[in-house]
């Protein structure tokens, strides 16, 4: 007795047809609803670059190098997706798209602009009263139908998004049998690619609207929040429980990819900066960690111990679940930090100079004899002067680790005569320890 997997018949034959042409529908109407989106998007690009960048150029409305900036390749997309159209329009996708790729370069250089773009608008909308009026006119058109500039010019970049959708539908319903499965499998690559870089591009974005708000809270010039390559991770309130007995004082915290920020609020009764902050210290995340000395139950809030090479913090949240975000995004940072900083000595040491021969280290004076010499050679030997303390803005420094003192007296000389506000059954554990 034998069993087929596949099914045999006219039965099993109308089944698979009736998945084909299941597919071939699905395909048609994608294809359908793709041609008509182009088409009115190729309309939309016609009037930017017909009354808005042709007209600019001869009135001289503007500079050239402001115009460049605001509509950056824009004419250059117009001209490729108009060949792109026609293809599309005599159902030939798969080439159309595989020539359309090449010219996906003026799609990256409008990605890159376009919050430049956005920012150099605003600015002549503000100052510049002749383009103002223009931008006015020409935009009460019937044929811009109440589109604003704005809106029009971010149509590059949801039109990327929205190939992206389209082709992977037109792949998925697509026979690999067909040549042109090969084609936009391809094209479905090189417009992620794309996608993604507008996505990497509005978490950058994003990321420094979230610093320069940051430093604008921060009174003062001091304390340096805006730097290549930080990323904003969250703020909150914490309580910090000092190292000598006193009561735990709330404190603003900012945790950024590489540091801790401990910020006071400024005195609410200052005319100008009563809603901002004083930075107090910034503590480096290299070779910090993070423990949880309460709050591992479902106990009302917790304790977070936070151990850095040359200061130690203790902080409080009666909050459980901010207690666990916490913890979380500091290991997470962290742990990030670490890899990152492990690549890059792995780099380091990649590039070292090529071992010489002896008879060129008979030649060569050694490091001893001339010391100012610098080598690329990478120390994995930990030293203290490799150690970065925390930064102050205060007169106040923090306490010292001990590396001497056992966990037991670590934990007795930090908590002696501190005024802990907890739940009791949490306060008997932690005394109890």
């Not at 690009?45 to 009354?51: I, K, M």
């Not at 004419?75 to 798969?94: D, P, R, T």
């Not at 020409?138 to 190939?163: T, V």
Request: aromatic residues 8%; charged residues 25%; contains cysteine.
């Amino acid at each position: 007795m034998s069993f087929s997997l596949c099914p045999s018949g006219p039965l099993g034959y109308s089944s698979i047809q009736e998945q084909r042409d299941r597919w071939e529908r699905k395909r048609s109407r994608t294809a359908r609803e793709l041609v008509q989106t182009e088409q009115r998007y190729c309309q939309q690009l016609e009037l930017v670059t017909t009354y808005f960048v042709e007209i600019l150029k001869a009135k001289a409305t503007l500079r050239q190098d402001i115009r460049e900036s605001i509509f950056s390749s824009i004419k250059a997309i117009h001209s490729v997706n108009q060949s792109l159209l026609v293809h599309l329009e005599n159902g030939y996708f798969g080439r159309g798209f595989e020539q359309f790729c090449p010219h996906l370069h003026h799609y990256n250089t409008y990605v890159d602009n376009i919050y430049n773009a956005s920012k150099v608008l605003q600015t002549q909308l503000k100052k510049n009263k002749a383009f103002r009026r223009f931008k006015k006119l020409q935009e009460a058109r019937s044929e811009f139908n109440n589109h604003k500039l704005e809106e029009l010019l971010h149509l590059p970049i949801q039109r990327i998004d929205q190939y992206k959708h389209f082709l992977q539908d037109l792949t998925a319903n697509t026979s690999p049998d067909n040549p042109e499965f090969q084609q936009l499998s391809r094209v479905v690559a090189a417009v992620c690619e794309v996608s993604q870089r507008i996505q990497n591009n509005t978490r950058c974005h994003e990321n420094h609207l979230q610093l320069c708000r940051v430093q604008k809270l921060l009174k003062g010039r001091k304390t340096k929040v805006l730097a290549a390559g930080r990323w904003y991770i969250r703020e909150g309130w914490l309580k910090m429980v000092p190292p000598k007995g006193a009561e735990a004082k709330p404190k603003m915290f900012f945790l950024f990819s590489d540091m801790l920020l401990q910020a006071k609020r400024c005195s609410p009764l200052h005319p100008t900066n009563g809603d901002k902050f004083i930075g107090q210290h910034a503590y480096p995340l290299q070779d910090c960690t993070v423990e949880k000395v309460f709050g591992h139950t479902r106990s009302q809030g917790g304790l977070l111990s936070l151990t850095f090479p040359k200061a130690k913090l203790l902080l409080m949240s009666s909050n459980q679940e901010d207690l666990n975000d916490w913890y979380q995004s500091l290991s997470s940072a962290n742990r990030k930090l670490q890899s990152k900083q492990t690549v890059v000595h792995q780099r380091e040491q990649l590039s070292g100079r090529p071992l010489r021969s002896a008879a060129d280290s008979h030649n060569t004076p050694s490091s001893s004899n001339n010391p100012s010499r610098k080598r690329n050679i990478v120390n994995t030997e930990p030293s203290e002067h490799a150690q970065t303390p925390a930064v102050e803005w205060e007169n106040s420094t923090p306490k010292r680790m001990k590396q001497s003192d056992t966990s037991g007296q670590r934990w007795g000389h930090l908590f002696r005569g501190v005024h802990v506000q907890l739940s009791d059954p949490l306060m008997d554990l932690f005394f109890r320890l």
